[in-house]
């Protein structure tokens, strides 16, 4: 057989080996398999070379990592469902990046795969970004059980952009007890872009900050069966323009929140964000009848086949020692308590019980019955 030969033959496995393994240039789509699976299968597979997803309909499978160095861009009016076997996760690790610029019209969507009518919190991992950003412990692993580690010294760092994205009945345990969040943001740097985000249904929290200074625009967190937002371990941004409305029967065992902000020890930085134009809606702003017990909190249905066990509602605002949290122009409404703990300042917040108002910055790109939503 002529040199030649052997050459073209190595080239032709050489490409079949890299296609296998996520390993390609900017034009190839290797991470997508068939039609339209995202991920070739394996409970953890890692994309090393920058990506385009194009606008689709697709599958996730597995625990997709994009890995230090790797770009993953996601076109306007993708939807990618995430599979429930696997417990489908897409984890940004530090130094990798993600471009998913959606539109108010063409919003990307990350949802459960399951047929409408059939939905449940915790269908499928979540969404997972981590960065480099200083945090109060060091170098973390990221909760819910995936390989990554996050942290580092530089406040400025970039996961990317996250504009105009859904997710939707997120956080089936990677691990046994540890549920991760609908959007996960461990060590995530202030140069990342992070706005109009509307997590629904999550299994956990809607969103959690672990450390880093990413500072997040336009915020939804719908229906959550644990807190709406939770920041630990020296998050330091500014998150602006937030709205929670709680399901009146579904709250977590560990005892759901509007807010919980924590810090495990004395450690700097301190957990010290500010939240600043917010409006929140408890159980009671969603009916009237509401009562926090054990016998009404009855998860209306929506139980995960996962372990996730039902709770009890706490204050609106939980805040633990070492903190040192900020809040402007809040109106909170429907909770059994208002207080737990004490914020560094309070400006213009206020109580109450109103009923469910949603701003006009939630038009057209919100999706306030994805239960039922074909897609």
Known sequence: MKKWTYAILALTLTAGLAACNGSNDETDNNIVFGDNQIGNGEQEFIITHNQTIKKGVYLLKGWCYVADGATLVIEAGTVIKGDNETRAALIVEPGGQIIARGTAELPIVFTSEKAPGQRKPGDWGGLILCGNARNNQGIMQVEGGPRTMHGGIKDTDNSGILS???????????????????????????????????????????????????????????????????????????????????????????????????????????????????????????????????????????????????????AAIALSSNTAVNFKNANINGYPLNWEGTAATQENVTFGTATVSFPTWTNGWCNFDPQNTVY
Do not use: K, M
Not at 196 to 212: P, R
Not at 242 to 258: E, F, N, Q
Not at 291 to 297: A, D, G, K, P, R
């Open 164 to 314: 105009y994205v859904r997710i939707e009945f997120a956080g089936s345990p990677l691990r046994t007890n540890q549920e991760i969040n609908g959007l996960t943001l461990g060590s995530v740097g202030s140069n990342t872009q992070i706005d109009h985000i509307q997590v629904s249904y999550s299994n956990d929290d809607a969103f959690e900050w672990f450390g880093g200074t990413v500072s997040p625009n336009y915020l939804v967190a719908y229906h959550t069966w644990d807190d709406d937002f939770d920041a630990d371990n020296g998050y330091r941004g500014t998150a602006t323009n937030l709205l929670g409305v709680r399901h009146p029967r579904i709250a977590d065992a560990s005892t759901s929140h509007g807010f919980e902000c924590s810090s495990s020890s004395n450690a700097e930085p301190q957990t010290a964000p500010t939240f600043s134009n917010v409006n929140l809606y408890g159980p009671s702003s969603t009916d009237a009848e509401f009562e926090n017990t054990t016998t009404y909190i009855n998860g209306a249905g929506l139980l995960p086949d996962n372990q996730s066990l039902l709770g009890l509602y706490g």
